[in-house]
T-cell receptor
């Protein structure tokens, strides 16, 4: 079973900000929270990773509250090309990744 | 820097035949993982190498699957004999764990699409 819980699907429009929240009540001390993006017929692509507070890179931001029981991936100003499946996963020190169904994001014109 | 590569990109074989999938990890990455997604299911872990040693092979479905990583570089996953239910997409990922923090990021290859007829 996946260790994380996230919405099955989301819809948005071009130019909007999209926030995808992930719940992970059983996160361990040495777990990092990692988000991947996957397009059809491709492998999962690393987006962002964090341990606590806020992390930002050129494509997204990741917000993690102090209790680390949830996290929110924020995609600013999405475009049609951001339509994909997004996975929230734990990673840390030789751990296999346990995938759930992910969140299917559909961006509409 | 080259990413994780996998060969072939597609393979169509008949039931009972043998297929060998190859994964070339990012240079210098000690960790190599195999995952697969069968039709309509979620991506599942198969096994994990640290250098040439099998760290965890708890996800291997049965003894028809054999993974090797001779020399700790590229890895092969052989399915012999292939069955219909082996059809799916096989992904490889590699990583390097930061000793100071234990932080690890797995980078995935494009996958090999296997169809067993």
């Amino acid at each position: 079973l996946a260790k994380t819980t996230q919405p099955i699907s989301m819809d948005s429009y071009e130019g909007q900000e999209v926030n995808i929240t992930c719940s992970h009540n059983n996160i361990a001390t040495n777990d990092y929270i990692t988000w991947y993006q996957q397009f059809p017929s491709q492998g999962p692509r690393f987006i962002i990773q964090g341990y606590k507070t806020k992390v930002t890179n050129e494509v997204a931001s990741l917000f993690i509250p102090a209790d680390r029981k949830s996290s929110t991936l924020s995609l600013p100003r999405v475009s049609l090309s951001d339509t994909a499946v997004y996975y929230c996963l734990f990673s840390g020190g030789y751990n296999k990744l346990i995938f759930g169904a992910g969140t299917r994001l559909a961006v509409h014109p | 820097e080259a990413g994780v590569t996998q060969f072939p990109s597609h393979s169509v074989i008949e039931k009972g035949q043998t297929v060998t999938l190859r994964c070339d990890p990012i240079s210098g990455h000690d960790n190599l993982y195999w995952y697969r997604r069968v039709m309509g299911k979620e991506i599942k872990f198969l096994l994990h190498f640290v250098k040439e040693s099998k760290q965890d092979e708890s996800g291997m479905p049965n003894n028809r699957f054999l993974a090797e990583r001779t020399g700790g570089t590229y890895s092969t996953l052989k399915v012999q004999p292939a069955e219909l239910e082996d059809s799916g997409v096989y992904f490889c990922a590699s990583s390097q764990v930061l000793r100071t923090s234990g932080r690890e990021t797995q980078y995935f290859g494009p996958g090999t699409r296997l169809l067993v007829l």
